[in-house]
């Protein structure tokens, strides 16, 4: 069984940093990709980042490109987001993710199979 546990968020003022940790078990780095997804008040979820551990390919939101860094560490079975320079704009709940997959693309920013718990990410102005 997948399971992933997000943690890390929290209150920061804009231009500060955070990082996210996502505990992740049920499944191999080397066949998933996994990733961070973000849901703000009022909007659809979106894609922020994710990694395919396989080749080391990563994919970013536009709005974060420069700013955030996906990294994972399959040895201790984790995702990282490492968030700089943040904006109001980021304030959302931020959920690790996962799904299996053969073709190393970009879908991965659209939707996984497998999302764990949410932690809360508040920017303030």
């Known amino acids: 069984e997948v399971q992933l546990q997000a943690s890390g968020g929290g209150l920061v003022q804009a231009g500060g940093s955070l990082r996210l940790s996502c505990a992740a078990s049920?499944?191999?780095?080397?066949?998933?990709?996994v990733g961070w997804f973000r849901q703000a008040p009022g909007k659809e979820r979106e894609g922020v980042s994710c990694?395919?551990?396989?080749?080391?390919?990563?994919y970013y939101l536009d709005s974060v490109e420069g700013r955030f860094t996906i990294s994972s560490d399959s040895a201790k079975n984790a995702v990282y987001l490492h968030m700089n320079s943040l904006k109001p704009e980021d304030t959302g709940v931020y959920y690790c993710a996962a799904a299996e997959g053969s073709v190393i693309a970009a879908w991965c920013m659209v939707g996984m199979d497998h999302y764990g718990k949410g932690t809360l990410v508040t920017v303030s102005s």
């Open positions: 049920g499944f191999s780095f080397e066949r998933y990709a």
């Open positions: 990694l395919w551990s396989s080749d080391g390919s990563t």
